[in-house]
């Protein structure tokens, strides 16, 4: 077979590929302006995305603030600048560690409970019976899941930021001898609202990479328990990539800002 | 001329792939008819009625309802045109993540705009038609057997007394006296409510006790559409086979 044939057919599907995942979001965000708003899955959605990811998510941030400290610590000593170490633990953790890793967890642990939920709903043809019973499933299971995980995610990672300087501030206080009031003092000296609120917007595109990426695979999932699977694998891969993707883009913008 | 028949298929094709399911069906359903439709597993029944729904698009023909077409409709078109409708699906395609009741009265809250309370007390009206009692109505569809399943798909098909219901083989993995019961609630549904009913069975029994007629689907069309009384004397050779349950006739099984 022709090599060039090949590549062009790999290349086709991929951008069939992105046109339909295009179509599906535009569908989607579409329709979360068109009634009805089911408020109360918004809120069940709001509870499953962000308070039971509360322990993974504070984890995640507690250790990572730990360990940086330490890391941080290593490398500032070698030129005498150990004051530097909380200012840099709280940038890097508000500006891109709390965002990414909290990301990379609520996409492992929503992704895939979306992709499954919705591929079993799409394979025992719950999604055409919600049809038949004059209810949009984009209305109904798409629009609550995308406004969720978008508005619950910058909640988490605030509360990861939070943890994560409380990990780093143990170390510091109770492994490195650093003066808790100083300490302190450095963390919030000079860290400025942009730190933080840039985190928190990509927060929320990440919320809406993970909940698309899972409702998307979950809803097209086709071919019973292994299509599920596959929809679930699928779902939260992409949306890892997206995720490291959308946060150089992100970067980038308010880099140039 | 007569009246427009409730439901109307002319000449409607769906294709899989390469895999064609339905090529040209043809078929009326008058007004308060109810319609058995029989064929061999896999022939497409249960992708026709789903054409009639919209769930699947046909590559061609024409699907009226009321004299209306029907594909293509969308958007709040599509809504009302399927506010004629119940369904069970052969799956009974229950909602997990909500209770027996919620799933039975899911059209009259959502769909109909009802008040909890008042949903509710439909749903456990219709459960009680289909033989379950209020115990079953507050738990969650995976706490069910297979049968009771079926059944609460059936109380959520008939909850909103549409005009039109498709049961997609109803007594299906039900024991013989709950099969009868079922038999007699699309009997009941026809009579009193006035329903159309179109309904998938490879079950003759309960098909001759549902039936004032009955259509035969293979290779993708009808091949025989008659009175029930008649199917006896058909003289087609498919439908003689097939309520004969014979191994060997024009219906060659794919083994
Ligand atoms: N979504 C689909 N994608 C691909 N093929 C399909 C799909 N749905 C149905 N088919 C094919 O269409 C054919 C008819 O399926 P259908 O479910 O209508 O059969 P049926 O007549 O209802 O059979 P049964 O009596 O066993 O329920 C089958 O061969 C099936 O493989
Ligand atoms: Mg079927």
Known sequence: MNPLAIVGRFFLAFLAAIGKLACFAGDAVWHCLVPPLYLRLVGRQMLAIGFYSLPVVGLTALFTGAVLALQIYIGSSRFNAESAVATIVVIGLTRELGPVLGGLMVGGRVGAAMAAELGTMRVTEQIDALITLRTDPLNYLVVPRLIAATLTMPLLVLVADIVGVFGGYMVAIHRLDFNAASYLKNTFEYLETMDVVSGLVKAAVFGFIIALMGCYHGFNSSGGAQGVGRATTNAVVSSLILILVANYIVTELFFAG | ?255
């Open chain 2, 1 to 255: 001329m007569s009246e427009t028949p409730k439901l109307q298929l002319s000449d409607v094709h769906k294709s899989f792939g390469r895999k064609v399911v339905l090529a040209g069906v043809d078929l009326t359903v008058a007004r308060g008819e109810s319609l058995v439709v029989i064929g061999g597993s896999g022939t497409g029944k249960s992708v026709m009625i789903k054409c009639v729904l919209g769930l699947l698009k046909p590559e061609r023909g024409s699907i009226r309802v009321d004299g209306e077409e029907t594909i293509g409709l969308s958007g709040g078109r599509r809504r009302d045109y399927l506010a004629k409708f119940g369904m069970l699906f052969q799956s009974a395609a229950l909602f997990d993540s909500l209770k027996v009741w919620e799933n039975v009265a899911f059209a009259l809250i959502e769909g109909a705009d009802m008040a909890r309370e008042a949903a509710r007390e439909v749903a456990l009206e219709k459960l009680r038609r289909v033989g379950l009692g209020p115990e079953v109505a507050e738990l969650d569809p995976a706490e069910l057997s297979g049968g009771m399943r079926k059944r609460v798909g059936l109380a959520r098909a008939i909850a909103t007394e549409p005009e039109i219901i498709f049961f997609d083989e109803p007594t299906t993995g039900l024991d013989p006296i709950m099969g009868d019961v079922i038999n007699r609630l699309i009997v009941e549904c026809v009579r009193d409510l006035g329903a159309t009913t179109l309904t998938i069975t490879h079950d003759m029994a309960s098909a001759r006790t549902i039936a004032h007629k009955v259509a035969m689907l293979h290779q993708g069309r009808i091949v025989w559409h008659g009175p029930a009384a008649a199917i006896d004397q058909s003289g087609n050779p498919f439908v003689d086979q097939f309520i004969h349950g014979r191994a060997e006739g024009p219906i060659a099984m794919e083994l």
